[in-house]
C-alpha cells in the first residue's frame, strides 16, 4: 500500500463549480497537513497547512482532515480559471525535522 | 514566507557532464531541502542540508551522484553528477519555517540530459 494516494486526473470543471480534492493515507505518525498549488513550470506554493482534525477555511479554500479515516479533502468554492493547476497533499510527522511526504498531485482545469 | 530562488531556471545538457543548481533564500534558515520531481510523479525528497554539517541523504541518492554544498544560512548548492537522460527533472530546494515547520519552495530547475 502506497503510504499516499492522490487521484491524478485530470479533473475539468466549469467556472463558480465547487471542486473537491482528496488524499488518502496510511501512515499513523503524520501530524501536519498541507495542500500545495503547482502551475505549470513554477515551483509548489503553499496553500493550507492543518496540524489538526478538522476543517480549516481560508477564503475560497476549505481544508479538511479527517485522522481517524486518513484521509483529506481540498475543497474550492467558486471555482475560477486561474485556480488552473496541480494540487498536491503533503504530510509530515510532528517533531523538529519535517520530512514532507506528497502525493502524486491532481491537475485541475477550470473552464471559463 | 521566505524568498526563494534559484539558478538556472532550466538548462540541457550533455550525457556525463555535471550541473550545479544555486539556491538563494532572503533569510536566515536552518534547515534547506533538495527535492526532485520527475514527470508524472510526486516530489522526492533528495536530501537535506544544515549549514555547517554534511547533508543527509535519504534512500536511494549518494553524495558522489548528488553533492550538496551548505556554506552559509542563505544559501546551498545542490550538484547532479556524470549526468544520464534519467536525471531529467526538475530540481526544487525548499527551506522550512522553523516555527511554524511550513515549507516553501523555488521555482525549480528544469533539467534536461540529452
Known amino acids: 500500500q502506497k503510504e499516499v494516494e492522490q487521484d491524478p486526473g485530470p479533473l475539468s470543471v466549469p467556472e463558480g463549480a465547487i471542486v473537491s480534492l482528496n488524499c488518502t493515507y496510511s501512515n499513523s505518525a503524520f501530524q501536519y497537513f498541507m495542500w500545495y498549488r503547482q502551475y505549470s513550470r513554477k515551483g509548489p506554493e503553499l496553500l493550507m497547512y492543518?496540524?489538526?482534525?478538522g476543517n480549516k477555511e481560508d477564503g475560497r479554500f476549505t481544508a479538511q482532515v479527517d485522522k481517524s479515516s486518513k484521509y483529506i479533502s481540498l475543497f474550492i468554492r467558486d471555482s475560477q480559471p486561474s485556480d488552473s493547476a496541480t494540487y498536491l497533499c503533503?504530510?509530515?510527522?510532528?517533531?523538529?525535522?519535517?520530512?514532507?511526504?506528497f502525493g502524486t498531485g491532481t491537475k485541475l482545469q477550470v473552464i471559463p | 514566507s521566505a524568498v526563494i530562488s534559484q539558478k538556472p531556471s532550466r538548462d540541457i545538457c550533455q550525457r556525463g557532464t555535471s550541473l550545479t543548481i544555486q539556491c538563494q533564500v532572503d533569510s536566515q534558515v536552518t534547515m534547506m531541502f533538495w527535492y526532485r520531481q520527475q514527470p508524472g510523479q510526486s516530489l522526492t525528497l533528495i536530501a537535506t542540508?544544515?549549514?555547517?554539517?554534511?547533508?543527509?541523504?535519504e534512500s536511494g541518492f549518494v553524495i558522489d551522484k548528488f553533492p550538496i554544498s551548505r556554506p552559509n544560512l542563505t544559501f546551498s548548492t545542490l550538484t547532479v553528477s556524470n549526468m544520464s537522460p534519467e536525471d531529467s527533472s526538475i530540481y526544487l530546494c525548499?527551506?522550512?519555517?522553523?516555527?511554524?515547520?511550513?515549507?516553501?519552495f523555488g521555482p525549480g530547475t528544469r533539467l534536461t540530459v540529452l
Open positions: 525548499s527551506v522550512e519555517d522553523t516555527t511554524s515547520h511550513e515549507q516553501f
Open positions: 503533503a504530510f509530515s510527522n510532528s517533531g523538529g525535522y519535517q520530512k514532507v511526504t
Open positions: 542540508a544544515n549549514q555547517g554539517s554534511e547533508a543527509t541523504y
Open positions: 492543518t496540524y489538526s482534525s
